[in-house]
Every structure is written in structure tokens, then in C-alpha cells.
């Protein structure tokens, strides 16, 4: 088992909360399938694929907020030809 602590991409920051999770499922190519979403303990299911960071194939994404610097990223996992990626994307709020 490796484990690794996720920094706040912008002020690096220990102390990280995820506050949004997606995930996306989907069989190749397909414009729909199943989309779960689960923020502020309100569960949506639905099958829309927008926000899904894989093109293809399934997908995970998790919005976290930086405890110190209020900032949001995003980790996403996707599946891209045979291959599972994960990339962190920062949205900078100021
Ligand atoms: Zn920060």
C-alpha cells in the first residue's frame, strides 16, 4: 500500500475537505449511462455525462476546498484507451 497527502495545488496546504463526489459510468462511447453525484449528503443519480473526465469511458471526480486558502480543485480518474489516468485541475475562486 502506498499513501500519499493531497496538497492544495495553490498554497499547499495540508489540510484539504472533499466536498463533492462524481462518479460516471458509462460502456464505451455511449452519450449516456450512470451518473451519481453526492454533495452535502444529498444523493442524484441521473445519466448525464457532462463533467465526466474521461471522453470515452468511465470516470470519478472529487472537488475538494483548501481549509487554509478557500481555492477549489478537482482530482479526476479516468479510463482512456485501455489506460487510467488521474489529474488534478486547479480552479482558482480570487
Ligand atoms: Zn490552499
Redesign the pocket.
Known amino acids: 500500500m502506498t499513501r500519499d497527502l493531497i496538497?492544495?495545488?495553490?498554497?499547499?496546504?495540508e489540510?484539504?475537505d472533499y466536498y463533492h463526489v462524481q462518479t460516471f459510468d458509462r460502456t464505451e462511447d455511449a452519450q449516456s449511462g450512470v451518473h451519481t453525484s453526492v454533495v452535502n449528503s444529498v444523493v442524484t443519480v441521473d445519466g448525464i455525462m457532462t463533467g465526466n473526465p474521461s471522453p470515452r469511458r468511465h470516470g470519478v471526480r472529487l472537488a475538494f476546498m483548501?481549509?487554509?486558502?478557500?481555492?477549489v480543485?478537482t482530482v479526476a480518474i479516468y479510463q482512456h484507451k485501455g489506460n487510467t489516468f488521474i489529474d488534478t485541475n486547479y480552479e482558482a475562486t480570487s
Open positions: 496538497l492544495c495545488p495553490r498554497c499547499n496546504s489540510y484539504t483548501c481549509e487554509t486558502c478557500a481555492d480543485f
